[in-house]
């Protein structure tokens, strides 16, 4: 699912206390998210459901896992689309489907040592 910004600001609006919580969570694993990306990722897990908005889980670690995985890739200064979060620093050691981690090692180039 992709939202406009005025959409994302409009969830924004809406579930304060979602995004604060989902925040806060980013925040304790050492990422600093903007509220708009906060939001497309959420949306975008919420739609693998077939529902708009799911209030967040209770468990912060799942939560912020779901996060990272649904998060839209890091811009790096160049304006290019590398994907800096490496599964180290995720800490994804519950389930993450296979495509997601063979895009990470491809885009980071871990593959290739």
């Given amino acids: 699912m992709v939202l406009s910004e005025s959409e994302r600001a409009e969830v924004a609006k809406e579930f304060p206390e979602h995004l604060a919580k989902m925040r806060y969570c980013l925040q ?15 949306a975008s897990y919420s739609d693998s459901f077939r529902a708009s908005w799911l209030a967040p889980l209770d468990n912060d670690t799942e939560l ?3 996060l990272l995985a649904y998060l839209p890739p ?11 979060l490496a ?11 296979y495509s997601r981690c063979r895009y ?3 885009s980071t180039g871990l593959g290739n040592r």
Avoid: C, F, K, Y
Avoid at 74 to 80: C, T, Y
Avoid at 88 to 97: F, S, Y
């Fill in 28 to 42: 304790q694993a050492g990422h600093r998210v903007p509220n708009s990306d906060i939001t497309l990722a959420w």
């Fill in 87 to 97: 599964l180290e620093e995720a800490d994804m050691r519950l389930a993450v489907p």
């Fill in 64 to 66: 912020t896992q779901i």
């Fill in 104 to 106: 990470v090692v491809e």
């Fill in 74 to 84: 890091a811009r790096s200064a160049g304006g290019g689309g590398e994907v800096r």
